[in-house]
């Protein structure tokens, strides 16, 4: 059947999504383009949500993936406020939850995430906010002034970003977590120790290596009582302990699960012709060789359009290396590479300084570098990471030492 008779789904009308859907026209595609969501508002990116946006300094304009015009202009059937229930792949059809039917010749699934909850006593009460979508933000931003007391519970990348905003807004804040450093899971303790002292001297009040027995209040959250017995005053409780991709639909359908949706190096689940991309995405990826599911902005921006080349019948192998940033007040940083263990950590420059390079070195070779406030180092870290070879730590952390050159002897 000719490509122009045909009709592409796409559910999740998100950063992954509408990246898919402009590709599949870029490349040429003629056929019927649906981009469907739950969301009212058009695609947009969340990274400013804990950031400019959460501040008041960016509106939604600047954090739209497309201009308003955009999808009609280039005959993407975009459909709001639209909750996917049902996918039938031996029927190849998706269903609305208003009961509409229609069919697909590929489909994508970029459904996404959705925040963990706590289940703590108090934890639903009025005030336990959440932060995914524009309207949390908004009710945020309400929330958050210089009169509020927020308390911050999970340092992974949200709650950090949303104490320093509200820092920067001039709210009191505390910030719990489980672990010993902010960011420890990720970044290690040799940076999540950077984290740890950038809030400390913004005024953050951390409590870290204590858990949350529950939120007080009888109206709405009051505070939040920690397993060390201390309560802390709170107007407003901002939950950040990770999420969960949205799987239900590809569940429901029979598509092999773990973890995300599993895909292929080409981004096709088990179930031909549907494809994943994105937050919900357990992909398989060749370098690595095992399979990643990634939450960081880069991946919905390249997989989006990735999976739509492989819905086109295009040979794809998605096999960048992972990247994300992270803003909190005035230190930004980059991070690129995959090191869920490492032996030893290398910095280059005194992280005090607030300027500096940090290495995570797996068996004599770099697996992920950061940038934090040096904006020119990427190009070269991105080699070094591509070049995968054995490298001299000394050497590493030489700023004398020009980066670039600095690949040794071809590793094993
Ligand atoms: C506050 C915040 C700050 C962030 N900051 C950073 C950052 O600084 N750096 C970074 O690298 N990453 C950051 N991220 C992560 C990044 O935003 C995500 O990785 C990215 O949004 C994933 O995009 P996605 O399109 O895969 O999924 P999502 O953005 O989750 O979009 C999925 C969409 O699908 C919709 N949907 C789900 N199920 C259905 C259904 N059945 N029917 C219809 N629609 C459905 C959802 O409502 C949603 O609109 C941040 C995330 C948040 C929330």
């Given at each position: 059947?000719?490509?122009?008779?045909?009709?592409?789904?796409?559910?999740g009308a998100s950063l992954a999504g509408a990246k898919a859907?402009e590709?599949?026209?870029?490349?040429?595609?003629?056929?019927?383009?649906?981009?469907?969501?739950?969301?009212?508002?058009?695609p947009y990116e969340r990274p400013p949500l804990s950031k400019e946006y959460l501040?008041?300094?960016k509106?939604?304009?600047a954090a739209a993936v497309h201009?308003?015009?955009?999808?009609?202009?280039?005959?993407?059937?975009?459909?709001?406020?639209?909750?996917?229930?049902?996918?039938?792949?031996?029927?190849?059809?998706?269903?609305?939850?208003?009961?509409?039917?229609?069919?697909?010749?590929?489909?994508?699934?970029a459904t996404g995430a959705?925040p963990?909850?706590?289940?703590?006593?108090?934890?639903?009460?009025?005030?336990?906010?959440?932060l995914r979508s524009v309207?949390?933000a908004?009710?945020?931003?309400?929330?958050?002034?210089?009169?509020?007391?927020?308390?911050?519970?999970?340092?992974g990348w949200i709650?950090p970003e949303v104490?320093?905003?509200?820092?920067?807004?001039?709210?009191?804040?505390?910030?719990?977590?489980?672990?010993?450093?902010?960011l420890?899971?990720v970044?290690?303790?040799?940076?999540?120790?950077?984290?740890?002292?950038?809030?400390?001297?913004?005024?953050?009040?951390?409590?870290?290596?204590?858990?949350?027995?529950?939120?007080?209040?009888?109206?709405?959250?009051?505070?939040?009582?920690?397993?060390?017995?201390?309560?802390?005053?709170?107007?407003?409780?901002?939950?950040g302990?990770g999420v969960?991709p949205?799987?239900?639909?590809?569940?429901?359908?029979?598509?092999?699960?773990?973890?995300g949706?599993?895909?292929?190096?080409?981004?096709?689940?088990?179930?031909?012709?549907?494809?994943?991309a994105g937050d919900v995405a357990?992909v398989?990826?060749?370098?690595?060789?095992?399979?990643i599911r990634l939450e960081h902005w880069s991946a919905a921006l390249n997989q989006g359009p990735a999976a739509?080349?492989?819905?086109?019948?295009?040979?794809?192998?998605y096999?960048r290396i992972p990247y994300f940033f992270s803003d909190q007040?005035?230190?930004g940083m980059e991070y690129r590479g995959w090191?869920?263990?490492?032996?030893?950590?290398?910095?280059?420059?005194?992280?005090?300084?607030?300027?500096?390079?940090?290495?995570?070195?797996?068996?004599?070779?770099?697996?992920?570098?950061m940038?934090?406030?040096?904006?020119?180092?990427g190009?070269?870290?991105?080699?070094?990471?591509?070049?995968?070879?054995?490298?001299?730590?000394?050497?590493?952390?030489?700023?004398?030492?020009?980066?670039?050159?600095?690949?040794?002897?071809?590793?094993?």
């Open positions: 059947m000719s490509q122009a008779t045909q009709t592409f789904v796409i559910v859907a590709t599949l026209r870029a490349e040429g595609f003629e056929g019927r383009v649906l981009l469907i969501g739950d969301e009212a508002r058009r501040r008041g300094e509106d939604f304009g201009p308003a015009g955009f999808y009609d202009e280039h005959d993407i059937e975009l459909r709001t406020s639209s909750l996917v229930s049902a996918i039938d792949p031996a029927r190849r059809s998706v269903t609305l939850s208003s009961g509409e039917e229609m069919g697909y010749d590929r489909l994508l699934l959705t963990r909850r706590i289940s703590v006593p108090g934890g639903n009460l009025p005030g336990v906010l959440y309207e949390d908004d009710v945020l931003r309400q929330a958050i002034g210089p009169s509020a007391q927020v308390v911050v519970i999970g340092a709650g104490a320093a905003s509200a820092r920067q807004l001039g709210a009191s804040v505390a910030m719990v977590e489980l672990a010993a450093l902010p420890e899971r970044l290690g303790p040799e940076v999540g120790a950077v984290y740890r002292d950038l809030h400390a001297a913004h005024g953050v009040d951390l409590h870290l290596g204590v858990g949350v027995e529950g939120i007080v209040g009888s109206e709405s959250a009051e505070g939040v009582r920690l397993s060390d017995g201390t309560v802390l005053p709170a107007s407003v409780v901002v939950v302990v969960t949205r799987v239900e639909l590809a569940e429901a359908a029979g598509l092999s699960v773990d973890n949706v599993l895909v292929d190096e080409q981004l096709g689940t088990s179930a031909p012709g549907i494809f994943a357990n398989y990826h060749p370098r690595y060789r095992t399979r739509a080349r492989a819905m086109l019948g295009h040979d794809v192998v096999d007040y005035d230190l090191a869920p263990t490492f032996d030893e950590v290398v910095f280059r420059g005194d992280p005090a300084s607030g300027a500096f390079l940090c290495f995570w070195l797996h068996r004599g070779k770099v697996a992920a570098a940038n934090a406030n040096i904006w020119d180092a190009d070269d870290i991105e080699a070094l990471l591509q070049a995968d070879r054995l490298v001299d730590a000394p050497r590493l952390a030489d700023p004398d030492i020009d980066l670039a050159g600095l690949a040794g002897s071809p590793g094993t």
